[in-house]
């Protein structure tokens, strides 16, 4: 199995825009194909963050991120974010590759007026 096309573009679009250097877009395709490769039955692709309006029901934010590069990112992340040290990297990587798909946080902001939903799909 090969990393998707898609997944493959937004690693060659942080490359061109300078947010990773070329080893570490080859270390985030590694990975990714590694990731495919353990992949047996159904696991989660994807981290997928919403944040809608609670009022009117329009989303703020959609994005959906590739299982595989939220890893990578964090472990490079980790290097220039000192805030990253209080994440455990194991702990991540095993709430991501244990087999579960569903909502890890489901909040309602009633202050803001925003619904924020994170989950692996």
Do not use: C
Request: charge should be negative; aromatic fraction near 4%; hydrophobic fraction near 40%.
């Amino acid at each position: 199995m090969s990393v998707s096309t898609e997944e493959r573009m937004k690693i060659l679009q942080m490359l061109q825009d300078g947010i990773i250097t070329p080893e570490e877009a080859d270390q985030l395709l590694a990975a990714m194909e590694e990731q495919e490769e353990r992949s047996t039955g159904r696991k989660p692709r994807w981290l997928r963050i919403k944040v809608t309006d609670t009022d009117t029901g329009t989303p703020r934010v959609n994005v959906s991120l590739p299982i595989a590069l939220v890893k990578a990112g964090v472990k490079m992340g980790a290097r220039f974010t000192p805030e990253l040290d209080r994440l455990d990297p194991a702990a991540l990587e095993e709430l991501l590759f244990s087999g579960g798909t569903g909502h890890i946080v489901d909040v309602v902001d009633g202050e803001d007026g925003e619904h924020v939903e994170i989950y692996l799909d």
